[in-house]
């Protein structure tokens, strides 16, 4: 074959589906109080209001199969509480307890009535005007020691319970295309545990007063069921 291999980029979607218009406003307020039942024990406690209108359009064409609507709107109030529990087990030594409930909001990218592509493999992604946000139920304990000022050895551990999380999935076929798309699943979980040490220099030598090393190692396990 006399004919060199070449590469040729060409705009084949016209005006379907290569462009988008967004935006998003966030309106958000809290409450928090501290409260100390005894010497050894902190609490913290409070909530957060968030009003979220979130909002994409685009030009999706005669396509009905990848764009079946061609805008993507949020709009949602939630109230999203916290507590926090420090116990002084010792001088230096801290036991701390977390329950919090936050979102996951899907990005403009991922909403946007738009098709993309990864040059770096050729991968198709198709957005999703369908999309919703992702709500979390999160609980964090963790163990820390502080030797002396400025260094801490702590160990964690940590779970997440997502109502309708977004993932990423595949659709089509190989014969007529495939395309990633991010949907929202109908629910997940997240859970490992955390190792955390810093450590200062200074007893190494005096030039080294103001360095320090960190050190982390995180393991995290995550599960999802079948998307809606």
Request: proline letters at 4%; aromatic letters at 14%; a negative charge.
């Given at each position: 074959?006399?004919?060199?291999?070449?590469?040729?980029?060409?705009?084949?979607?016209?005006?379907?589906?290569?462009?988008?218009?967004?935006?998003?406003?966030?309106?958000?307020?809290?409450?928090?109080?501290?409260?100390r039942l005894f010497k050894q024990l902190k609490l913290t406690g409070g909530a957060r209001f968030e009003n979220t209108y979130l909002e994409t359009s685009g030009?999706?064409?005669?396509?009905?199969?990848?764009?079946?609507?061609?805008?993507?709107?949020?709009k949602q109030l939630d109230l999203l509480p916290a507590v926090g529990a420090t116990f002084e087990l010792a001088k230096d030594v801290n036991l701390?307890?977390?329950?919090?409930?936050?979102?996951?909001?899907?990005?403009?990218?991922e909403l946007g009535p738009v098709i993309t592509q990864d040059f770096s493999d050729s991968t198709l992604f198709n957005r999703n005007t369908s999309l919703k946000l992702g709500h979390a139920t999160n609980y964090d304990f963790r163990a820390e020691w502080f030797p002396r000022a400025g260094e801490v050895i702590s160990l964690g551990v940590f779970y997440?319970?997502?109502?309708a999380p977004i993932e990423q999935t595949i659709f089509g076929d190989p014969v007529n295309g495939q395309f990633l798309q991010y949907v929202n699943t109908t629910r997940g979980q997240v859970w490992g545990w955390e190792i955390e040490m810093r450590?200062?220099?200074?007893?190494?030598?005096?030039?080294?007063?103001?360095?320090?090393?960190?050190?982390?190692?995180?393991?995290?396990q995550i599960q999802y069921r079948d998307w809606e």
């Amino acid at each position: 074959n006399d004919k060199p291999l070449s590469w040729a980029l060409t705009d084949t979607t016209g005006s379907s589906g290569s462009f988008y218009q967004a935006q998003q406003t966030v309106i958000a307020s809290y409450v928090m109080t501290d409260l100390r039942l005894f010497k050894q024990l902190k609490l913290t406690g409070g909530a957060r209001f968030e009003n979220t209108y979130l909002e994409t359009s685009g030009n999706g064409g005669a396509d009905t199969i990848l764009f079946p609507s061609t805008s993507g709107i949020i709009k949602q109030l939630d109230l999203l509480p916290a507590v926090g529990a420090t116990f002084e087990l010792a001088k230096d030594v801290n036991l701390r307890f977390a329950w919090s409930q936050t979102l996951a909001r899907p990005s403009f990218k991922e909403l946007g009535p738009v098709i993309t592509q990864d040059f770096s493999d050729s991968t198709l992604f198709n957005r999703n005007t369908s999309l919703k946000l992702g709500h979390a139920t999160n609980y964090d304990f963790r163990a820390e020691w502080f030797p002396r000022a400025g260094e801490v050895i702590s160990l964690g551990v940590f779970y997440k319970d997502i109502d309708a999380p977004i993932e990423q999935t595949i659709f089509g076929d190989p014969v007529n295309g495939q395309f990633l798309q991010y949907v929202n699943t109908t629910r997940g979980q997240v859970w490992g545990w955390e190792i955390e040490m810093r450590k200062r220099l200074d007893q190494l030598h005096a030039y080294l007063k103001d360095f320090s090393i960190f050190f982390n190692f995180t393991q995290i396990q995550i599960q999802y069921r079948d998307w809606e």
